[in-house]
């Protein structure tokens, strides 16, 4: 693949916004976001605050789990006309708790064609199994049918992987690839790489949101896993790269000399220094991305681990 090939934005991502809403005494406020070219939406965004269990972020926190919003019309979603005019359809709120408190909520929005494919899951824990709570797919409709349909046992497929080792995942070739159980439905969807990870809450509950990106209409162009706990990295702190793709350098992983992070050096050492995600888009970012996700995943009372995606 040549280096135009690589860093040629695609026409349309899956993911349209992603925003960060942070708690500020009793309200959420919106501490971060990309919104590409809507402006308009930014605008109304930027304005915008929640109580617990207001719109979208709101009900996150006050329920404490993550939340898919398949359709605003009619719904507790707050922005409805501005993401009308933007042409966002749906959203997926994604808690970050540390213990019984509240870090922030990430946000992502997506708009609905029928050239759109890709897949954001949410994965509950039911009777020792994991099912799936809901999902936004675009227009991968038979590969939702699937998804609705299956169940896993801890340690099968990537949200059962996940929900063993507690840890994010990264599975490629998903249409071929035996240890994806829904690898044919995948496959005829276009699906390619898959990102799992926990998503920690108050309680018992076990959730697992994974990511499924396609080549036409990509999640991201390049994933990331970065560990950071003490027992990894040692009492000096940061963080290593531990797992990544990339569509131009390929596998990122080295196990001989992993890639490392400190503590507010780059985007992930900001992470690393916050504990809350980061939405960051332009010039801020490695060459050949226009924007660029990184989540805290908090256990035990640290950042255990950091995943990130690159568009």
Sequence with gaps: MDAATATATPARAFIGVSEVWVPEGDRLVHA??????????????????????????GKAWSEGRP????????????RIEA???????????????????????LVVLCGDDEMTT??????????????????????????EWVSKH???PKGQGLPGGVWAAQTPMLMRDLGSGYRFIRSESAGAAGLT????????????????????????????????????????????????????LCEREGALWNEDNPKRAQDWQGPIGKVLGTGLPLVIGGAQIAAGYSS????????????????AWYL
Excluded: C
């Excluded at 009308?84 to 909520?105: M, N």
């Excluded at 890709?118 to 590969?143: P, S, T």
């Design 292 to 307: 660029m996700v990184a989540l805290p995943i908090h256990r035990d009372g640290e950042i255990a681990h950091i995943v």
């Design 193 to 244: 790489t898959g990102l799992g990870l926990p998503i920690p809450v108050p309680g018992d509950q076990n959730y697992v949101a994974t990511l499924l990106s396609a080549r036409g209409t990509p999640i991201a162009r390049r994933f990331e896993i970065w560990d950071a706990r003490e027992a990894r990295v040692g009492r000096d702190g940061g963080a290593v790269l531990v797992d990544g």
């Design 150 to 152: 299956t169940h896993f």
């Design 67 to 78: 939340v898919v919003l398949k359709g605003f019309d009619g719904s507790y979603f707050q």
């Design 32 to 57: 971060a976001g990309d919104y590409g070219a809507l402006t308009a939406f930014e605008e109304a965004s930027v304005r915008t605050s929640f109580g617990k269990g207001e719109g979208l972020p």
């Design 83 to 105: 993401a009308k005019e933007a042409g966002l359809t749906s959203a997926v709120a994604l808690p970050v708790f540390d213990g019984d408190t509240l870090k922030a909520v």
């Design 118 to 143: 890709g897949a954001i899951e949410v994965w509950a824990e039911r009777d020792g199994l994991l099912m799936l709570d809901d999902g936004y797919y675009g227009a991968a409709k038979h590969f």
